[in-house]
């Protein structure tokens, strides 16, 4: 991503433009709302857009995920209650992803079955039924991506402009996001249509190139109401772009679990029994027991595939495949680029891959797609190309000899 030259007012107002341009777009506008402080921008930047076109109340989703701090609970409930917003808050039984445990690989926010180990009591605001979701059935259970369309039917709401507090400095995966681009759509680079043939419409990323700092300026520059959580979490001493409200219990996210019993006790002790493996989780998820920092050693003699697969077989057996398949395809997305072999640490330039990235993966899972090869377009970054290529080269050249 380019360096950005303009100051927190410039991406303001690039904001209000985006969403402008979305409320001409798209039948109706609704925005995504977490309790984070990204989501918080694209709110109050949203409300400023419809007040000045006369489009009040906002129409709002939020995804409640049963294990959120209680601060997060009153801000969002604020949020509600104000006269400007139209808020729909689901309580409804999903499926979420648990990278703490590979004996429960997913756990199931409001399931009834297990409504007497639920962190907080459900919102009286609460939705539990969506037309067409079958959330009764733990085999039936969506993700949230995929409950999209469902809680936005086209029958209703005919296309719909979902604004997201999505930044494309945040992850690559984030930053692909926002590079590609629709054919019909090539000036509206914030725009992402939806792929889902069940969905009508598509995301509207209005602050997808602010920074954190940004981020954190617009609030108190605007006088918007905040998440509290970031202010418990700043006196923990917890930087303000490490600081994260959402469940803790992904392949990323999990880094940041211990942050729960540190700020948030009073839900952290009912988060232990609700969510197999989080405890341990909590003390090693930095480590290489969970596949970060320095990774467990490979045994002597055991070629890298075999020793890849012994980590993949850990996990539940319909997680295997996918895994897998997602490591395969970047094997071959490599010896479709080049005949060089994968290395143990040093990076391809021109592929971004190592096996060490990929056994990450195989321990972790990786099923959100966070992690990605990082490869060097040549002659975008020449400078770092070759200091790649010369690492790559001397670590090669060592294992050969």
């Not at 360096?3 to 609704?30: C, G, H, M, N, P």
């Not at 509206?188 to 602010?210: C, E, H, M, R, T």
Request: aromatic share 12%.
């Amino acid at each position: 991503m380019g360096k950005k030259s303009y100051t927190t007012v410039d991406v303001y107002t690039r904001a209000l433009e985006r969403v402008e341009q979305a409320y001409k777009l798209f039948d109706t506008i609704s925005v995504g709302f977490s309790g984070g402080k990204d989501s918080t921008a694209v709110l109050n930047i949203t409300l400023e857009v419809a007040k000045h076109l006369n489009k009040l109340p906002v129409n709002v989703y939020f995804w409640d995920e049963e294990a959120i701090p209680y601060e997060t609970e009153h801000y969002v409930r604020r949020v509600y209650n104000l006269d400007e917003i139209d808020m729909d808050w689901f309580t409804v039984p999903i499926k979420h992803r648990n990278a703490c445990s590979t004996v429960q690989p997913y756990w199931f926010p409001w399931a009834e079955e297990e409504k007497h180990l639920w962190v907080r009591p459900k919102p009286i605001e609460g939705i539990s039924k969506i037309e067409g979701y079958n959330s009764d059935d733990p085999n039936t259970r969506l993700m949230i991506p995929d409950l999209d369309a469902l809680s936005r039917p086209t029958k209703k709401y005919g296309t719909v402009g979902r604004v997201m507090g999505i930044r494309a400095d945040e992850s690559l995966s984030r930053f692909l996001q926002v590079s590609s681009r629709a054919a019909d759509m090539r000036e509206f680079n914030y725009i992402i249509p939806f792929q889902d043939k069940g969905a009508s419409g598509g995301k509207v990323l209005p602050i997808y190139d602010w920074t954190t700092v940004d981020v954190w300026t617009a609030p108190i520059k605007y006088g918007w109401d905040t998440n509290e959580c970031y202010e418990l979490e700043q006196m923990a001493g917890i930087s303000p772009s490490a600081q994260r409200i959402a469940p803790p219990f992904g392949e990323e996210p999990m880094q940041k679990l211990w942050r729960f019993p540190l700020c948030y006790p009073d839900v952290w002790e009912k988060m232990v029994d609700r969510v197999d493996g989080a405890r341990t989780a909590a003390r090693y998820s930095t480590t290489e027991l969970y596949g970060f920092n320095k990774t467990i050693d490979k045994p002597d003699g055991m070629e890298w595939e075999e020793f890849i697969l012994t980590q993949v077989q850990k996990h539940k057996p319909n997680l295997q495949l996918d895994i897998l398949t997602n490591i395969q395809r970047w094997i071959n997305a490599h010896y479709n680029k080049t005949s060089d072999p994968i290395l143990h640490k040093a990076i391809h330039p021109d592929t971004g891959l190592n096996w060490d990235m990929i056994l990450k993966v195989a321990i972790r899972g990786n099923t959100k797609g966070r992690r990605m090869p990082k490869a060097i377009t040549k002659h975008r970054d020449l400078e770092e190309w070759n200091k790649r290529k010369a690492r790559y080269d001397k670590e090669l050249q060592e294992s050969t000899n």
